[in-house]
T-cell receptor, first 117, second 111 residues
Framework: ETGVTQTPRHLVMGMTNKKSLKCEQH?????MYWYKQSAKKPLELMFVYSLEERVENNSVPSRFSPECPNSSHLFLHLHTLQPEDSALYLC????????????????FGPGTRLTVL | DQQVKQNSPSLSVQEGRISILNCDYT??????FLWYKKYPAEGPTFLISISSIKDKNEDGRFTVFLNKSAKHLSLHIVPSQPGDSAVYFC??????????FGTGTSLTVIP
C-alpha cells in the first residue's frame, strides 16, 4: 500500500470512551501531522512530529494525546471527548520539516470522520 | 482571525471553459503557497504550489498566479473537465511547520 493511510475511516464514540486513530505513511517521510477539519472551518493544525519527536502543539486540549512510535506511524489517542470534537481528522506527512528557506509539501491521508455522541 | 480566505464557497463552470479559483491572505510573511484538491471521502491531494519569488507557476491545465502586492493568489484550470469537480483548498506557509488553509471552494464542472 502506498501513500498515507488512516484507520478507522469512521468512528462513533461516547464522551466517556477511549479510542485511538491510526495513521501510517509509506512515503519514507520524516515529518507527520494531525489536522482537524470542522464543518465550514479551515483545516487546523493540531500536532507536528519530526523523527518521532513532537515539535509543535497548537494549544490542543489534553483529551487529545498524540503518539509517534516511529517515523512511519502516528496515533491520536482520544479520551473524554466532547460533542464539539466531532470533525474530520486528517493525518499528513512530509519529507522533512520546513527550514532554511525550504517548505515541504504535505501529503494527506483520507481522514477519520469522528462523531462524538 | 483567518489568515487565508477563500471567499467563494462554490463555483460552477461549463466543461471546456476556464475555472478561476481565488484566495486572499493577510500575512505578508507567507512565502510558499499551495493548492490542494479534495474529493468526497478522500484526503486533500497536492495540486500545485508557488514560491513567493515567482508570480506564476504552470503545470499542464493548472496555473497558479501570485500577486504579492494584493496578497492574492488564484488557480486557473483550462480547459475545465468534469473530473475537476472537487473542493479546492489554498494554503500558505511562512517557511515554518504550519500551513494555514482556507475554507475551500467547491468547483462543479458541468458537462
Amino acid at each position: 500500500e502506498t501513500g498515507v493511510t488512516q484507520t478507522p475511516r469512521h468512528l462513533v464514540m461516547g464522551m466517556t470512551n477511549k479510542k485511538s486513530l491510526k495513521c501510517e505513511q509509506h512515503l519514507g517521510h520524516n515529518a507527520m501531522y494531525w489536522y482537524k477539519q470542522s464543518a465550514k472551518k479551515p483545516l487546523e493544525l493540531m500536532f507536528v512530529y519530526s523523527l518521532e519527536e513532537r515539535v509543535e502543539n497548537n494549544s490542543v486540549p489534553s483529551r487529545f494525546s498524540p503518539e509517534c512510535p516511529n517515523s512511519s506511524h502516528l496515533f491520536l489517542h482520544l479520551h473524554t471527548l466532547q460533542p464539539e470534537d466531532s470533525a474530520l481528522y486528517l493525518c499528513a506527512s512530509s519529507r522533512g520539516l520546513a527550514g532554511g528557506g525550504r517548505t515541504d509539501t504535505q501529503y494527506f491521508g483520507p481522514g477519520t470522520r469522528l462523531t462524538v455522541l | 482571525d483567518q489568515q487565508v480566505k477563500q471567499n467563494s464557497p462554490s463555483l460552477s463552470v461549463q466543461e471546456g471553459r476556464i475555472s478561476i479559483l481565488n484566495c486572499d491572505y493577510t500575512n505578508s510573511m507567507f512565502d510558499y503557497f499551495l493548492w490542494y484538491k479534495k474529493y468526497p471521502a478522500e484526503g486533500p491531494t497536492f495540486l500545485i504550489s508557488i514560491s513567493s519569488i515567482k508570480d506564476k507557476n504552470e503545470d499542464g491545465r493548472f496555473t497558479v498566479f501570485l500577486n504579492k502586492s494584493a496578497k492574492h493568489l488564484s488557480l486557473h484550470i483550462v480547459p475545465s473537465q468534469p473530473g475537476d469537480s472537487a473542493v479546492y483548498f489554498c494554503a500558505a506557509s511562512n517557511t515554518g511547520n504550519q500551513f494555514y488553509f482556507g475554507t475551500g471552494t467547491s468547483l462543479t464542472v458541468i458537462p
